[in-house]
Nanobody, 120 residues
Framework: QVQLVESGGGLVQPGGSLRLSCAASGTIFSINTMGWYRQAPGKERELVASIANDGSTNYADSVKGRFTISRDNAKNTVYLQMNSLKPEDTAVYYC??????????????WGQGTQVTVSS
């Protein structure tokens, strides 16, 4: 079993910053891609940012230049630094990890979600 524990969400004013963290634990052999997705009310879940095990990153156009994704492979943890937050960034943010378990089975695990609200 692989578990993801997210933290760092909350309420912030427009222009403010938040940092999300997601730690993976359990029967992990290797992690390939770690990412953050978000889902706003009435909308589909969308990719915010992802980072591969070689450090290459991918960002949604709406967050480029404002958000930064990073990972600590020793801790199996991924971070999302969110700056210059806008009301349209309000959503539930989900962590996702893709990799392989100890038995080499492919894993694709989601966190429980953390609420980010940008409002004055």
């Amino acid at each position: 079993q692989v578990q993801l524990v997210e933290s760092g969400g909350g309420l912030v004013q427009p222009g403010g910053s938040l940092r999300l963290s997601c730690a993976a634990s359990g029967t992990i052999f290797s992690i390939n891609t770690m990412g953050w997705y978000r889902q706003a009310p009435g909308k589909e879940r969308e990719l915010v940012a992802s980072i591969a095990n070689d450090g290459s990153t991918n960002y949604a156009d709406s967050v480029k230049g404002r958000f930064t994704i990073s990972r600590d492979n020793a801790k199996n943890t991924v971070y999302l630094q969110m700056n210059s937050l806008k009301p349209e960034d309000t959503a539930v943010y989900y962590c996702n990890v893709k990799g392989r378990s100890w038995t080499r089975v492919l894993i694709d695990v989601w966190g429980q979600g953390t609420q980010v609200t940008v409002s004055s």
